[in-house]
């Protein structure tokens, strides 16, 4: 991985096409990961090795699963990873947006991640009241009415 421009880029390739892209990382998280990799990594990549080389894979699981034990957490990696998309569509990520952040090509794979949040059908009611308020629909989003 590497850290550059707000972004996280990993090598090799992905699997997919899909996989192929830069992920956004969060604004607060960016000065962990610039101090991490000013104080152990360099400049070519997040996560190195002993060898000062990229990280590989395993290597970074297993490191994961030493400081998770550390701690006692019963997290696994992907965890993470659901975790983290399931925050994303809490705020208001589109399908879309899920599809892209997790290099799917399915968008069965990404609706995984839409759970119904306690309290989001509120906050969903209270933006229509505010599109409702504003009374002008020259803002709004054009949608095609299809007959069956």
Not at 3 to 30: E, N, W
Not at 64 to 93: N, Y
Not at 104 to 111: D, E, F, K
Not at 128 to 142: I, T, V
Request: net charge positive; aromatic share 6%; glycine share 8%.
């Amino acid at each position: 991985m590497s850290c550059s421009a707000r972004r996280v880029r990993q090598g090799p390739d992905p699997k997919t096409d899909a996989g192929k892209r830069p992920v956004s990382i969060p604004p607060h998280l960016r000065p962990y990961l610039v101090e991490h990799q000013e104080k152990w990594s360099g400049k070519t990549w997040l996560f190195v090795g002993r060898d000062g080389e990229r990280m590989r894979g395993n290597a970074i699981y297993q490191a994961f699963v030493r400081a998770r034990d550390r701690v006692g957490v019963a997290v696994t990696f992907h965890d993470l990873r659901h975790t983290g998309q399931t925050l994303a569509a809490s705020t208001g990520a589109t399908l879309a947006d899920l599809k892209k952040r997790l290099g799917h090509s399915s968008s069965a794979a990404a609706m995984r991640y839409m759970h119904a949040v306690d309290g989001r059908d509120k906050e969903v009611a209270a933006e229509l009241s505010k599109l409702a308020a504003r009374g002008d629909a020259a803002g709004l989003p054009r949608t095609i009415l299809v007959q069956h």
